[in-house]
């Protein structure tokens, strides 16, 4: 069965304090792994997309990487205003469909 | 570009009741999905539209749940009868299918529905 599992479900960070996040899988053939980040009150806000073990991305303190069973979102110098929780789903070959995971919620402390 | 749009952004009603909610989807987006999220299950994909056909309903919990994307432009979701269980807070997303390098969902704000 196709699954996605993130770990932590919640972590507390000083501001500056760098760390990472996980989201391990199981697909019978991955066509894309997405990051998202969810803010209170609104919907998830796409971030990047992984497709190859290997491949990596970044956007401004964030860094996402790909292995063949996990990835993982490196924040860097974290601010407050990157609390939120984020989401990572998989889509698996033959099918539109993704599967989420559900989430680490990200408290940075200033 | 406005988004996705959805509404109500909140809705609280009475167990039985029907709840119809809403969906614009980005312009030109011609696959479109309704979610549902909670605390304990996370998003969950209830149905996907491409091209305004329903492709896939097989996560609509039950007969009570209806969807429909009459145009390009707008969707509903419709719970008759609504009950407790079904409090949740209601996505919407859009895309350009087949996807393009990189492309990921838009999603809505969500609809917070609360049954009493």
């Known amino acids: 069965e196709d699954q996605v599992t993130q770990s932590p479900e919640a972590l507390r960070l000083q501001e500056g304090e760098s760390s990472s996040l996980n989201c391990s899988y199981t697909?019978?053939?991955?066509?894309?792994l997405f990051w998202y980040r969810q803010d209170p009150g609104k919907g998830p806000e796409f971030l990047f997309t992984l497709y190859s073990a290997g491949e990596e991305k970044e956007k401004e303190r964030l860094k996402a990487t790909l292995t063949k069973k996990e990835s993982f979102l490196h924040i860097t110098a974290p601010k407050p205003e990157d609390s939120a929780t984020y989401l990572c789903?998989?889509?698996?070959?033959?099918?539109?469909?993704?599967?989420f995971g559900t989430g680490t919620r990200l408290k940075v402390l200033a | 570009d406005a988004g996705v749009i959805q509404s109500p952004r909140h809705e609280v009603t009475e167990m039985g009741q029907e709840v119809t909610l809403r969906c614009k989807p980005i312009s030109g987006h011609n696959s479109l999905f309704w979610y549902r999220q909670t605390m304990m299950r996370g998003l969950e994909l209830l149905i996907y539209f491409n091209n305004n056909v329903p492709i896939d309903d097989s996560g609509m919990p039950e007969d009570r749940f209806s969807a429909k994307m009459p145009n390009a432009s707008f969707s509903t979701l419709k719970i008759q009868p609504s009950e407790p269980r079904d409090s949740a807070v209601y996505f919407c997303?859009?895309?350009?299918?087949?996807?393009?390098?990189?492309?990921?969902?838009?999603f809505g704000s969500g609809t917070r529905l609360t049954v009493v």
């Open positions: 997303a859009s895309r350009v299918e087949p996807a393009g390098q990189g492309h990921g969902y838009t």
């Open positions: 789903a998989v889509g698996t070959s033959g099918t539109y469909k993704y599967i």
């Open positions: 697909v019978s053939g991955l066509r894309g």
